[in-house]
């Protein structure tokens, strides 16, 4: 008996041994790795102070617009819970007051969150003629940025302007 106890043990032993080692592996997530060139180095990787259009032109990869657009060109949410429209009430019927509603789960590159406070900050950088800024264009067309909570940035021009939607994307944080 004992004899037949000691087989089925070895028995499931070596079957857990050879079905460890069934030889399927996990392999390792691809990675992507992008190589950018450019004729010229940066003179700064901060938009608010360059007129290079190499500094420009790669904005995106270091700070993120509050929407994007897909290949099929249609915008696309990023710090945003949503797109702002007359119908979710985010732009007012005049036209002058749009709300961004920010995601609960965007953060700083050190795990700070972003908040409507940096928006506003971002606004100030811009418009303040102590900066010497590039260009305070089209950002000196805002009356006022304010923040109601941590996750709403609130932002009324001083006149009704037309604004193609790849600019409103660009409000900065």
């Not at 950018?36 to 360059?50: A, H, K, M, S, V």
């Not at 900050?121 to 923040?147: H, R």
Request: charged share 15%.
């Amino acid at each position: 008996m004992k004899a037949k106890q000691w087989m089925m043990a070895m028995l499931i032993v070596v079957t857990l041994v050879v079905s460890a080692c069934s030889g399927t592996t996990v392999q390792p997530q691809a990675t992507t790795k992008a190589t950018f060139i450019f004729t010229q180095e940066f003179d700064t990787l901060n938009p608010l102070y360059t007129n290079m259009f190499f500094s420009t032109i790669t904005e995106q990869l270091w700070n993120c617009w509050a929407w994007d657009f897909n290949d099929q060109n249609q915008p696309q949410p990023v710090l945003v819970k949503e797109l702002p429209s007359t119908q979710n009430g985010e732009i007012s019927a005049d036209g002058k007051v749009i709300t961004l509603k920010l995601r609960d789960d965007i953060v700083w590159s050190d795990g700070q969150p972003i908040t409507a406070d940096d928006f506003i900050f971002t606004w100030q950088m811009y418009v303040n003629p102590a900066n010497a800024v590039a260009s305070a264009y089209p950002y000196n067309l805002i009356d006022s940025v304010t923040a109601p909570d941590s996750k709403t940035v609130v932002t009324t021009f001083k006149d009704l302007v037309r604004f193609p939607a790849h600019w409103l994307a660009a409000l900065r944080n």
